[in-house]
């Protein structure tokens, strides 16, 4: 049984700084892509930040710049390290596994809210 769980989210001021945690579990984690997306109240999900199984990663110009995505193959782990938080940054957030011989695996969501 494939499983995504996340970890890290809460209220945090502007300016302040998250970490997000995704463990998988029931995937070979390594091969996979590892993405975080978010939704916002009445806005469509988005694609938030990806890392690739050889380490490369990719961004939303949104958040270039003030998020890093990371990952740990031996901990089954991806890492999202928010800095410099908005209240736009205000979501849902989830991780993602993706391989092109598996189907997409999502999980449950950590809301993330950025208020003073």
Known sequence: Q???VESGGGL???GGSLRLSCKASGIIFSIFAMGWYRQAPGKQRELVALI???GS???ADSVQGRFTISRDN???TV???MSSLRPEDTAIYSCNA???SYPNFWGQGTQVTVSS
């Open 12 to 14: 945090v001021q502007p």
């Open 74 to 76: 031996a901990k089954n």
């Open 52 to 54: 690739t199984s050889d």
């Open 79 to 81: 890492y999202l390290q």
């Open 57 to 59: 990663t990719k961004y």
């Open 98 to 100: 993706a391989h092109t």
């Open 2 to 4: 494939v499983q995504l």
